[in-house]
């Protein structure tokens, strides 16, 4: 009977682990709920955000044309008496050393929990990657904290072999120790851009940790009031969470405040990766303060919206996004509900947006047309938009396991602690609970391959395998309690 217990504890433990949505998490959702996933662990409602698994895949978009700092590309689909009006964003692409010099401050955790799973030197790894890109015109520093806050490495031009290799000397002398002060880190890290700031510059604290503030005694209000006052100022945040223990929703919302992106990262090539090849999407803007509006057509109403924040007046949708990173891509979905019959060509709407690129110029482009195409039996027609359908049906599916998750855990709990007649018809209820989760899983695994083999296979494998990790461990939680029958 022990044994039964602690395999479903496994399975249904709820973690407080919030992932926010909005652009800011693009890469991070699906990564982070296959990891959580992997642990046995049910994924909780309020960390499964829909923006994210969206946001997730570029869907093949096409740089702009010409050198332009962003790209658009319309598309609608329909399914299940909802239509889907997708608008994507792809950045204009510049080579790390065409783009705007930086002034970057890194503010490394290096509390006793990252010498856990050898986080510390994924990060040391990542640096040596790092300072062999840095240009001779860029500022770098770096800030260090446990419960104490140190700066590591003053804010200073990288021109030299023994510059790289003194800078590589100091980030591999660390060691952890000690708790986590995150709030006086973020502030020397600000401090440093500050000292620096240039308005030619891209200024940018990275912060990078595992764990949560247990040292400062700073309350969530203060970080994000302290985020976005240097965002006014010209000089944001970007925060890199490392591992299950993170403070991942501080991480994101510091992000957002401070106008910038947020990544979870789960082991050291994607670390390495981050800090190689996709370091300028973390630090480099195509554009700027982008401003949004979707415009429904006549007899369109809007039901549900995913990308980022956004307001409603009348038949529009107004979105804001601080930043469009460098050969990034960001997408918007908007599911809407139809007064008439769903006519290929109806136009469901008209998109238009403003920006400023990176030399300062304002641009406003649009209307961009959203047109449904002529949908074949099964499937919608435009490709990207059977694709985020997918993500959206594997999030619904996701929450609502999530949500009745907690019951069966309760469930499982009155077992351990009674010795009554009652304990079967508990029993009984919790394999009922397993068998639907079994349900729903192997319903959206067999939909989301489906989606995949009609778009040449490939896609959703970070969703897979948390639904495969759920399969497992929901089957052998009801084999083992139906032992015990």
């Known amino acids: 009977m022990k044994k ?78 909802a239509a889907y009006l997708f608008m994507g964003l792809r950045g204009g692409k510049e080579e790390f050393s065409a783009l705007p010099p930086l ?7 290096i509390s006793g929990s990252m010498g856990a799973q050898d986080k510390l030197e994924w990060v040391k790894e990542s640096f040596h990657i790092f300072i062999e890109q840095v240009r001779p015109r860029d500022f770098v520093s770096v800030v260090i904290f446990d419960n104490n806050v140190e700066l590591l490495f003053k804010p200073a031009t990288i021109s030299s072999r023994q510059d790289r290799d003194q800078f590589k000397r100091q980030v591999d002398a660390l060691r952890p120790r000690g708790s986590t002060n995150i709030y006086g880190g973020m502030v020397m890290g600000y401090q440093q851009v500050e ?9 940018r604290v990275i912060l990078l940790t595992d764990g949560m503030d247990n040292a400062s005694g700073k309350s969530r209000k203060e970080f994000l009031d302290f985020c976005t006052r240097y965002k006014e100022q010209g000089i944001n ?14 991480m994101v919302d510091m992000a957002i405040a401070g106008g910038s992106s947020s990544r979870f990262i789960s082991d050291r090539a994607v670390m390495e990766q981050t800090f190689g090849s996709e370091l300028d999407r973390l630090v480099a803007a195509a554009a700027r303060n982008l401003s949004m509006e979707l415009v429904l057509a006549d007899g369109v109403s809007l039901k549900e ?29 908007a599911e809407a509900l139809l007064d ?16 400023i690129d990176v030399s300062g110029s304002t641009h406003r482009e649009g209307p961009f047309p959203i047109v449904l195409g002529t949908e074949p039996g099964g499937f919608i027609a435009d490709p990207r938009v059977r694709e985020a359908e997918g993500y959206i049906a594997l999030a619904r599916g996701l929450i609502d396991i999530g949500n009745k998750a907690p019951a069966i855990s309760e469930q499982r709990q009155q077992i ?41 296979g490939g896609k959703y494998a970070p969703e897979m395998k948390i639904l495969e990790n759920y399969e497992t461990s929901f089957g052998r939680s009801r084999d083992a309690y139906s032992k015990e029958e």
């Open 305 to 333: 919206t995913w990308g980022y924040s956004y307001w409603t007046s009348g038949k529009s949708i107004h979105y804001t996004l601080d930043t469009l990173h460098n050969g990034d891509y960001e997408t918007i979905v």
């Open 195 to 203: 000292a620096n700031y240039r308005q030619d510059y891209t200024n």
């Open 416 to 456: 351990n602690n009674t010795d009554t007649p009652e304990m079967a018809a508990l029993r009984r209820d919790v394999i009922t609970g397993l068998n639907g989760f079994l349900e729903i899983t192997r319903s959206l695994k067999a939909y989301l391959e489906a989606i995949s083999a009609s778009l040449g």
């Open 4 to 81: 039964t217990i602690f395999v479903l504890f496994c399975v249904l433990a709820v973690q407080a682990l919030v992932f926010s949505g909005g652009g800011a998490q693009a890469s991070s959702s699906a990564e982070r709920g296959s990891y959580l996933a992997g642990l046995g662990w049910v994924i909780p409602p309020d960390e499964i955000y829909v923006d994210s698994y969206i946001a997730q895949s570029d869907y093949g978009y096409p740089f702009p044309e010409s050198g332009g700092a962003l790209r658009v590309i319309p598309a609608a689909g329909f399914k299940d008496n």
């Open 340 to 355: 008439g019959p769903a006519r290929p060509g109806t136009v469901l709407g008209n998109f238009t947006l403003s920006y």
């Open 237 to 250: 945040i970007s925060t890199i969470a490392l591992g299950a223990e993170a403070d991942i929703s501080l």
């Open 103 to 109: 002034n970057i401050s890194f503010v490394i955790d």
